[in-house]
Protein backbone atom coordinates (compact mmCIF):
# COMPACT_ATOMS: atom_id res chain seq x y z
CA UNK A 1 0.00 0.00 0.00
CA UNK A 2 2.91 2.03 0.66
CA UNK A 3 4.72 2.16 -2.74
CA UNK A 4 0.86 2.48 -4.22
CA UNK A 5 0.71 5.72 -2.80
CA UNK A 6 4.40 6.55 -3.53
CA UNK A 7 3.46 5.97 -7.08
CA UNK A 8 0.36 7.92 -7.40
CA UNK A 9 1.84 11.31 -6.05
CA UNK A 10 4.48 10.96 -8.33
CA UNK A 11 2.43 10.61 -11.42
CA UNK A 12 0.03 13.45 -10.25
CA UNK A 13 3.38 15.81 -10.03
CA UNK A 14 2.00 16.62 -6.01
CA UNK A 15 3.94 17.83 -3.56
CA UNK A 16 3.62 16.08 -0.08
CA UNK A 17 1.82 18.41 2.30
CA UNK A 18 0.39 17.23 5.90
CA UNK A 19 -3.07 18.26 4.56
CA UNK A 20 -3.45 16.27 1.35
CA UNK A 21 -6.44 15.03 3.16
CA UNK A 22 -8.32 17.91 2.19
CA UNK A 23 -7.79 17.55 -1.15
CA UNK A 24 -6.63 21.53 -1.69
CA UNK A 25 -3.78 20.56 -4.51
CA UNK A 26 -3.55 24.13 -5.87
CA UNK A 27 -0.48 25.94 -5.97
CA UNK A 28 -0.52 28.34 -3.26
CA UNK A 29 1.64 32.10 -3.66
CA UNK A 30 4.89 32.19 -2.02
CA UNK A 31 4.90 35.21 0.94
CA UNK A 32 7.82 37.77 0.34
CA UNK A 33 10.86 37.44 2.73
CA UNK A 34 10.81 39.52 5.51
CA UNK A 35 13.75 42.46 5.25
CA UNK A 36 12.99 44.16 8.39
CA UNK A 37 16.21 44.46 10.43
CA UNK A 38 14.89 42.58 14.32
CA UNK A 39 15.24 45.27 17.31
CA UNK A 40 18.43 45.62 18.73
CA UNK A 41 19.03 44.98 21.93
CA UNK A 42 22.31 45.86 21.98
CA UNK A 43 24.60 47.98 24.98
CA UNK A 44 24.97 50.68 22.06
CA UNK A 45 21.54 50.99 22.06
CA UNK A 46 20.92 51.44 25.62
CA UNK A 47 23.66 54.07 25.73
CA UNK A 48 22.25 56.23 23.09
CA UNK A 49 18.94 56.38 24.54
CA UNK A 50 20.08 57.32 28.22
CA UNK A 51 22.33 60.09 26.97
CA UNK A 52 19.69 62.41 26.20
CA UNK A 53 18.11 62.03 29.81
CA UNK A 54 18.65 64.86 31.98
CA UNK A 55 18.34 64.28 35.78
CA UNK A 56 17.77 66.61 38.67
CA UNK A 57 20.60 67.88 40.51
CA UNK A 58 21.05 66.10 44.21
CA UNK A 59 23.27 67.45 46.51
CA UNK A 60 24.35 65.21 49.43
CA UNK A 61 25.00 67.26 53.02
CA UNK A 62 27.79 66.92 54.27
CA UNK A 63 28.66 65.41 57.65
CA UNK A 64 31.06 63.48 59.26
CA UNK A 65 30.25 60.13 58.57
CA UNK A 66 30.33 61.33 54.96
CA UNK A 67 34.28 62.71 55.47
CA UNK A 68 35.12 59.75 57.35
CA UNK A 69 34.06 57.41 54.83
CA UNK A 70 35.60 59.72 52.22
CA UNK A 71 38.92 59.59 54.34
CA UNK A 72 39.19 55.73 54.75
CA UNK A 73 38.85 55.15 50.69
CA UNK A 74 41.63 57.53 50.07
CA UNK A 75 43.49 56.01 53.06
CA UNK A 76 43.55 52.50 51.42
CA UNK A 77 43.77 53.50 48.26
CA UNK A 78 47.10 55.43 49.56
CA UNK A 79 48.36 52.73 50.82
CA UNK A 80 47.98 50.30 48.02
CA UNK A 81 49.86 52.61 45.91
CA UNK A 82 52.34 53.12 47.64
CA UNK A 83 52.80 49.10 49.00
CA UNK A 84 52.85 48.78 45.12
CA UNK A 85 55.74 51.69 44.45
CA UNK A 86 52.81 53.55 42.43
CA UNK A 87 54.36 56.88 43.71
CA UNK A 88 52.48 59.13 41.13
CA UNK A 89 48.87 58.35 42.56
CA UNK A 90 50.03 57.79 45.91
CA UNK A 91 51.17 62.02 45.84
CA UNK A 92 47.65 62.34 44.04
CA UNK A 93 45.95 60.24 47.06
CA UNK A 94 47.96 62.06 50.12
CA UNK A 95 46.89 65.72 48.43
CA UNK A 96 43.29 64.45 48.32
CA UNK A 97 43.18 63.43 51.68
CA UNK A 98 44.84 66.58 52.87
CA UNK A 99 42.02 68.59 51.27
CA UNK A 100 39.42 66.71 53.15
CA UNK A 101 41.52 67.52 56.84
CA UNK A 102 41.00 70.98 55.26
CA UNK A 103 37.18 70.64 54.77
CA UNK A 104 37.14 69.03 58.63
CA UNK A 105 39.54 72.13 60.03
CA UNK A 106 41.95 69.73 60.83
CA UNK A 107 45.01 72.22 59.25
CA UNK A 108 48.41 70.15 61.11
CA UNK A 109 47.52 67.19 59.27
CA UNK A 110 46.24 68.58 56.14
CA UNK A 111 50.03 70.24 56.32
CA UNK A 112 51.66 66.88 56.84
CA UNK A 113 49.98 65.17 53.90
CA UNK A 114 50.38 67.80 51.94
CA UNK A 115 54.32 67.62 52.73
CA UNK A 116 54.50 64.27 51.68
CA UNK A 117 52.55 64.45 48.14
CA UNK A 118 54.89 67.31 47.65
CA UNK A 119 57.64 65.57 48.55
CA UNK A 120 56.31 62.71 45.98
CA UNK A 121 55.69 64.41 43.38
CA UNK A 122 58.84 66.66 43.25
CA UNK A 123 60.31 62.99 42.81
CA UNK A 124 58.10 62.26 39.81
CA UNK A 125 58.94 65.64 38.61
CA UNK A 126 54.89 66.63 38.05
CA UNK A 127 55.31 69.92 38.35
CA UNK A 128 51.21 71.08 37.62
CA UNK A 129 50.60 68.94 41.27
CA UNK A 130 54.09 70.37 43.02
CA UNK A 131 52.28 74.11 42.10
CA UNK A 132 49.11 73.18 43.33
CA UNK A 133 50.28 71.49 46.55
CA UNK A 134 52.43 74.07 47.60
CA UNK A 135 49.87 77.06 47.06
CA UNK A 136 47.54 74.84 49.19
CA UNK A 137 50.26 74.00 51.82
CA UNK A 138 51.11 78.10 51.94
CA UNK A 139 47.10 79.20 52.57
CA UNK A 140 47.55 76.82 55.59
CA UNK A 141 50.23 78.07 57.04
CA UNK A 142 48.91 81.42 56.75
CA UNK A 143 45.99 80.17 58.26
CA UNK A 144 48.00 78.77 61.12
CA UNK A 145 49.93 82.38 61.53
CA UNK A 146 53.21 81.48 60.25
CA UNK A 147 53.05 83.72 56.92
CA UNK A 148 56.76 83.70 56.85
CA UNK A 149 56.58 80.12 55.55
CA UNK A 150 53.87 80.56 53.52
CA UNK A 151 55.64 83.03 51.62
CA UNK A 152 58.72 81.10 51.48
CA UNK A 153 56.12 77.76 49.60
CA UNK A 154 54.45 80.55 47.36
CA UNK A 155 58.23 81.65 46.28
CA UNK A 156 59.33 78.27 45.65
CA UNK A 157 56.13 77.33 43.83
CA UNK A 158 56.42 80.37 41.51
CA UNK A 159 60.08 79.63 40.71
CA UNK A 160 58.90 75.95 39.35
CA UNK A 161 55.56 77.93 37.16
CA UNK A 162 58.91 80.21 36.05
CA UNK A 163 60.89 76.84 34.79
CA UNK A 164 58.00 75.35 33.49
CA UNK A 165 56.85 78.18 31.55
CA UNK A 166 53.69 78.09 33.15
CA UNK A 167 52.28 81.67 33.03
CA UNK A 168 48.99 80.96 34.13
CA UNK A 169 50.37 79.49 37.53
CA UNK A 170 52.96 82.55 37.78
CA UNK A 171 49.61 84.92 38.09
CA UNK A 172 48.17 82.95 40.33
CA UNK A 173 50.60 82.54 42.80
CA UNK A 174 51.41 86.21 42.27
CA UNK A 175 48.07 87.05 43.46
CA UNK A 176 48.26 84.25 46.32
CA UNK A 177 51.42 86.30 47.52
CA UNK A 178 50.01 89.91 47.68
CA UNK A 179 46.99 88.49 49.39
CA UNK A 180 49.12 87.55 51.74
CA UNK A 181 51.82 90.30 52.24
CA UNK A 182 48.25 92.47 52.11
CA UNK A 183 47.20 90.36 55.60
CA UNK A 184 49.72 91.44 57.53
CA UNK A 185 48.13 91.07 60.79
CA UNK A 186 46.63 87.51 59.57
CA UNK A 187 43.90 85.95 62.46
CA UNK A 188 44.40 81.92 63.05
CA UNK A 189 41.85 79.72 63.03
CA UNK A 190 41.02 79.02 66.88
CA UNK A 191 38.57 76.21 66.55
CA UNK A 192 40.90 73.84 65.05
CA UNK A 193 40.99 70.28 65.51
CA UNK A 194 43.76 67.59 65.85
CA UNK A 195 43.26 64.03 65.93
CA UNK A 196 44.25 61.79 68.71
CA UNK A 197 46.20 59.16 66.54
CA UNK A 198 48.45 62.02 64.24
CA UNK A 199 51.18 60.72 65.91
CA UNK A 200 50.36 56.82 65.74
CA UNK A 201 49.61 57.73 61.64
CA UNK A 202 53.56 59.43 60.95
CA UNK A 203 55.32 56.83 62.74
CA UNK A 204 53.25 53.95 60.91
CA UNK A 205 53.95 55.85 57.64
Not at 53 to 77: H, Q, T, W
Not at 87 to 113: C, G, H, I, P, T
Not at 143 to 157: I, R
Amino acid sequence: MRYILLLLFCALNLTASAQWWRGDFKKHPRLPLITAQPKSYSAKRLIKSTTNIKLPGFKIARSAYNLNVCENLVMREAQHHMRFREYAMASYNFSDLALLYVQENRLSEAKWYFLQSILISKNQSDNPHTINSLISLAMIKADLGDLEQAQQDLTEARKIAELANRTDDVKRIDSKIRFVQSNKIWLPKTDLRYADNAEVVVKTK
